[in-house]
C-alpha cells in the first residue's frame, strides 16, 4: 500500500484490498487512518509520522482482534509518502508456539528419562540388597516382614519408572535380573 503526505492512499494491491475486505477502488484517496485497522495505523500514527518526516524505516508486528491475525509491517519513506508493506504472519505465528510447546514436551521427556534413569538406579540396589537381606533372616524374623514391604514398595516405584519411561520413549527397553529368592524382575533401564 502508499500513501502520499497527506495519508491519502495512492495505491493498494489485491492481496491488501482483500484483507481489508474492500476493492482498491473503494479505498484510494481515504485516509491511512480509515482504511487500516487501528491496531495497524492509529496505534502507529506517532512512528508512520516519523518515517514521513525524517526518512527513517519503521517495522513493527501487531495483532489485530477484528481479524484475529498477526500482520509484520514495514514502512519506508518515499518520495510521494510512505509505502507500507504489510504481511499476515499468523499462520508462523502459530507455527512458532507450536514448535515451542514441542520443545518443552521433549525436554520434559529427556528430563523424565533422566530421572527414571537415577531413579532406576536407586531401586536396582533397594530391591537386591532388601531381597538378600530378607532371605538371610528366618522366616520368623520381625525383621522380615518390613523388608518384604520394602521389595513391595520397590515393585511398585519400579512401575512407575516404566511409565516415566513410556513417557520419555524410552519404555521397551527392559533388563531381567534374578534375585538370590528364585524369582525373576524384570526391571526398566
Not at 528430563?111 to 536407586?122: I, K, Q, R
Request: net charge neutral; aromatic share 8%; with cysteine.
Amino acid at each position: 500500500m502508499a500513501v502520499d503526505r497527506n495519508w491519502r492512499c495512492t495505491y493498494l494491491n489485491l492481496k491488501a484490498a482483500e484483507l481489508l475486505r474492500q476493492t482498491g477502488d473503494q479505498l484510494k484517496g481515504k485516509p491511512l487512518w480509515e482504511i487500516l485497522p487501528a491496531a495497524l495505523g492509529q496505534l502507529n500514527e506517532t512512528e508512520l509520522t516519523r518515517v514521513m518526516e525524517e526518512h527513517v524505516p519503521l517495522h513493527f508486528q501487531s495483532y489485530v482482534e477484528d481479524l484475529q491475525r498477526w500482520f509484520d509491517t514495514d514502512v519506508f519513506p518515499t518520495s510521494e509518502g510512505v509505502a507500507l508493506f504489510i504481511r499476515d504472519v499468523t499462520e508462523r505465528k502459530r507455527f512458532n508456539e507450536q514448535l515451542r510447546q514441542t520443545q518443552k514436551l521433549e525436554s520434559l521427556g529427556v528430563l523424565a528419562g533422566g530421572v527414571a534413569h537415577d531413579f532406576n538406579n536407586l531401586l536396582v540396589g533397594m530391591l537386591g540388597n532388601s531381597s538378600l537381606a530378607a532371605e538371610a533372616l528366618p522366616r520368623v524374623h520381625p525383621a522380615r516382614a518390613m523388608l518384604d514391604e520394602v521389595v513391595t514398595a520397590a515393585e511398585r516405584a519400579a512401575g512407575l519408572t516404566r511409565q516415566l519411561l513410556a513417557y520419555a520413549g524410552k519404555g521397551r527397553f527392559v533388563v531381567e535380573q534374578s534375585i538370590s529368592r528364585g524369582w525373576s524382575k524384570k526391571l526398566p533401564c
